[in-house]
């Protein structure tokens, strides 16, 4: 069983995503000076198996990388895009991070991470293990342990393998996942849930499984409220100043 984790109430969503642009280096820089103790992020992998922050399979949406898939294209070519430009002017040129540049600077701002682990499809073990490696090789696991989310079962069992001591967790978009087995199966300690398909009742049955049930992504500070009344213990948003 790993350490007790000391979440926070708010969990800086993709780095402070609603004043910089998500999942780089800016946007964690300024949930730490917003004052966010913890941040999730996503890791997925290039062609060439580099480990690089981003949500999307496609570059399209937070680069200008039009509609290549990141599956599909290298590390080289994913260095030289602009990842900024797109959320503000005052962000071009802004690179896409790679995991290992992202831990380094979290562990200099002393911030807590939770990592998403973001696999394409037929590349999960392959980014688990990398994503694994990495933090082990980057990332004072013992004095700041880490969360490890995904929604993928393949990760989950990669992770639980290779790495039982790390706190893992899973992640529900909707009920149709059974989330009840991959909990006890991976013998997971949290839950991130969509917020906009818990009840109380769900709550409830979530804790019979989990240490810690947390859920995304809350921008309004009412609800993040009612969340907490119901029993979430966290919750992910791009406003890390949510309840200040
Ligand atoms: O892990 C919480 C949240 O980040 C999951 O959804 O799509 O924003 O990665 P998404
Ligand atoms: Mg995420």
């Given at each position: 069983?790993?350490?007790?984790?000391?979440?926070?109430?708010?969990?800086?969503?993709?780095?402070a995503?609603?004043?910089?642009?998500?999942?780089?280096?800016?946007?964690?820089?300024?949930?730490?000076?917003?004052?966010?103790?913890?941040?999730?992020?996503?890791?997925?992998?290039?062609?060439?198996g580099?480990?690089?922050?981003?949500?999307?399979?496609?570059?399209?949406r937070?680069t200008?990388?039009?509609?290549?898939?990141?599956?599909?294209?290298?590390?080289?070519?994913?260095?030289?895009?602009?990842?900024?430009?797109?959320?503000?002017?005052?962000?071009a040129?802004?690179?896409?991070?790679?995991?290992?540049e992202?831990?380094?600077?979290?562990?200099?701002?002393?911030?807590?991470?939770?990592?998403?682990?973001?696999?394409?499809?037929?590349?999960e073990a392959?980014t688990?293990?990398?994503?694994?490696?990495?933090?082990k090789?980057?990332?004072?696991?013992?004095?700041?342990?880490?969360?490890?989310?995904?929604?993928?079962?393949?990760?989950?069992?990669?992770?639980?393998k290779?790495?039982?001591?790390?706190?893992?967790g899973?992640?529900i978009?909707?009920w149709?996942e059974?989330?009840?087995?991959?909990?006890?199966?991976?013998?997971?300690?949290?839950?991130?849930?969509?917020?906009?398909?818990?009840?109380p009742?769900?709550?409830?049955?979530?804790?019979?499984?989990?240490?810690?049930?947390?859920?995304?992504?809350v921008?309004?500070?009412?609800?993040?409220h009612?969340?907490f009344?119901?029993?979430?213990?966290?919750v992910?948003?791009?406003?890390?100043?949510?309840?200040?």
């Amino acid at each position: 069983m790993s350490k007790d984790l000391h979440l926070s109430r708010v969990i800086a969503h993709r780095g402070a995503s609603a004043y910089a642009p998500e999942n780089t280096l800016a946007a964690m820089r300024k949930a730490h000076a917003m004052g966010a103790q913890w941040v999730e992020f996503d890791v997925m992998l290039t062609a060439d198996g580099e480990a690089i922050i981003m949500h999307d399979d496609t570059l399209r949406r937070t680069t200008n990388g039009k509609k290549r898939l990141v599956a599909e294209t290298s590390y080289n070519d994913i260095a030289q895009l602009d990842a900024g430009s797109w959320f503000a002017k005052q962000y071009a040129q802004e690179p896409v991070p790679t995991l290992h540049e992202l831990l380094n600077l979290l562990k200099k701002l002393k911030i807590n991470i939770n990592l998403e682990i973001k696999p394409t499809v037929g590349k999960e073990a392959e980014t688990a293990e990398k994503s694994i490696e990495i933090l082990k090789q980057f990332w004072p696991v013992a004095e700041s342990p880490p969360m490890i989310s995904t929604q993928s079962e393949i990760c989950l069992s990669v992770v639980h393998k290779i790495a039982p001591e790390l706190c893992l967790g899973t992640v529900i978009h909707q009920w149709n996942e059974p989330w009840q087995n991959w909990s006890q199966d991976y013998a997971c300690q949290s839950v991130s849930v969509n917020h906009l398909i818990l009840s109380p009742e769900k709550i409830m049955e979530l804790r019979k499984y989990v240490k810690y049930v947390l859920a995304y992504t809350v921008n309004e500070p009412w609800r993040a409220h009612e969340l907490f009344e119901w029993g979430v213990d966290s919750v992910f948003s791009d406003k890390p100043d949510l309840l200040s």
